[in-house]
């Protein structure tokens, strides 16, 4: 691709909307550009990286025997409304209306669809297992779309799902498509870990998400220092490990603490550290009220909160609701003399606490030598709170520490609530109906490409790893005027493309200063110059990760770009 007659809009300026690097450098270096918030154009550079991403994808789900489709972006509303999730969505799924008034939806993920295609076709057992695929636009109407292509509006995504006539086949398919994503990802040069996840509103049990390491990451990971253990800190779990206390229990006894409500201000009012307090808040979930107790320097996880109750939701009740229940808003709440229907529900930890202190259910009072199952009774004890740092690793080897990281890719246990809702059943091998089980893995194919960028930059720009660079050498002439130098350039340029190397060759008439810039910005990684020394037949290569230049004949650089990649 010769750069005079390419569209590259390179810019010098970070745009002022951009906060974080992949968006500023894929901006700047002419790889996309935004239509709308949230939604963007990828111009020739940024469509060639995302054809190679595309083709480690594909080559790795052909490779387990996957089979690649194309559904409809466009899906008629009466699909979500057989499963429930027109509504259950939320204000994400883009809704519109047809001309007659028909409604639809722009597809933010394809279990709907998929599992109507296949419900008249994949009726006996002896068409299972399969795996279908797609990568395709995506489309959700992200309240605040923000950071580029990490959260936007419109992105392109690959979805599988598999299909199944046993959940033992299914746990096959689900390790095999975990080892897949780990070539993929590894493949494409990620810094990434596996780790436990919760399935949200995709539904089904037992979900691993892929993340790629990086500081600007929605999300944290908690993972062990000297194991493989890692998992979303939502569903990180803490063991039931602690030290029995040595202290005598104190009499129960009632102080004032005046405007006192958070932990830290009663822990200082009173002369305790926080980990002695016990934190009591009030949740609702589904339609009943449960007390929720913590130590003080924990934090309660509503996502284990559902789990162990296998809720549909929940939600922390009002601070009138705490008054009208147990007399006091929050902060002055606590487990003893709640009302008996109010469930209590404590974790692991509290079970531990010696001489604590909690809400007295009176505005501005605490008790003080509170101590669990003596003043109050339990109903049950559990891992309910988020893990800290220095936490045991469940896994029982080494501590928890904490990373922030982008999630790139997610493989689910959907398990039969898709197939149920619609319908769709096969005949096993003794002729009876059965309800098909399915697996659903999502990779998110532009999100990808953002990731690789925040993991593979510096000061200059962009540095991509060779595997998905947009190609394999930037071949720069620095005089246009001179006709050796351009003699040699094209020359250069001619036999590496007839070679099967792909060159983005610039030839534009701009100061080499200009050039240099570029080039470091769009980050290829090998950069070959035709320059002064051009009449001797030499050139300089350099590598962009490294700075790495050395001086060769011209008749070098084709051995020294195959070594390079190799």
Known sequence: MRQSQAFIPTLK??????????????????????????????????????????????????????????????????????????????????????RHDRSFALGATHEEVITSLVKNELNSYKKLPITMYQIQTKYRDEKRPRFGLLRGREFIMKDAYSFHDSYESLDQAYETMYQAYSRIFTRLGLNFRAVIA????MG?????????????????????????????????ITLDSYQESEASMLSLEKLATPNQRTMQEVSDFIGHSVEQGLKTLLFKIDQSFVLVLTRGDHEVNDIKLKNLYQASSVELAS????????????????????????????????????????GANEEGYHFVNVNPDRDFEVSQY??????????????????LQFARGIEIGQVFKLGTFY??????????????????????????????????????????????????????????????????????????YQ????????????????????????????GIPLRITVGKRASEGYVECKRRETGEQLELHHTEVKDYIQNFYQ
């Open 495 to 522: 036999s590496l493309q007839s070679q099967g190397i792909t060159v983005l060759y610039d030839d534009r008439t701009e100061r080499a200063g200009i050039k240099f810039a570029d080039s470091d910005l769009i």
């Open 319 to 358: 601070e009138e609701e705490a008054k009208q229940l147990l007399g006091a808003g929050f902060g002055s709440i606590g487990p003893i003399h709640s009302t008996e229907d109010i469930e209590i529900v404590a974790d692991y930890a509290v079970k531990y606490i010696r001489n604590a202190t909690c």
């Open 204 to 236: 089904g049990k037992d979900t691993h998400e892929f993340m790629a390491l990086s500081d600007v990451g929605e999300d944290v990971i908690a993972f062990s220092d000297t194991s493989s253990y890692a998992a979303n800190i939502e569903m990180a």
């Open 13 to 98: 300026e970070v745009p002022a909307d951009a906060d974080i690097v992949s968006h500023q450098l894929l901006l700047r270096a002419g790889f996309i550009r935004q239509t709308a918030s949230g939604i963007y154009s990828f111009l020739p550079l940024g469509k060639k990286v995302l054809q190679y991403v595309e083709s480690v994808i594909r080559e790795e789900l052909d490779s387990i025997g996957a089979n690649e489709m194309l559904m409809p972006a466009l899906q008629p509303a009466e699909l979500w409304h057989q499963t429930g999730r027109w509504d259950a969505f939320g204000p994400e799924l883009m809704r519109l209306n047809d």
């Open 382 to 399: 559990a891992d309910i709170r988020f893990v800290k740092e220095g936490d045991p690793s469940p896994d029982g080897n080494g501590k």
């Open 419 to 492: 197939a149920e809702k619609l319908d769709a059943t096969f005949l096993n091998e003794q002729g009876k109906a059965k309800t098909l089980i399915m697996g659903c893995y999502g990779i998110g194919v532009s999100r990808t490409l953002a990731a690789i960028v925040e993991q593979y930059h510096d000061d200059k720009g962009i540095v991509w790893p060779k595997q998905i660079a947009p190609s394999q050498v930037h071949l720069l002439v620095m005089n246009g005027k001179k006709d050796d130098q351009v003699a040699l350039a094209d020359d250069l």
């Open 198 to 201: 919760d399935s949200g509103a």
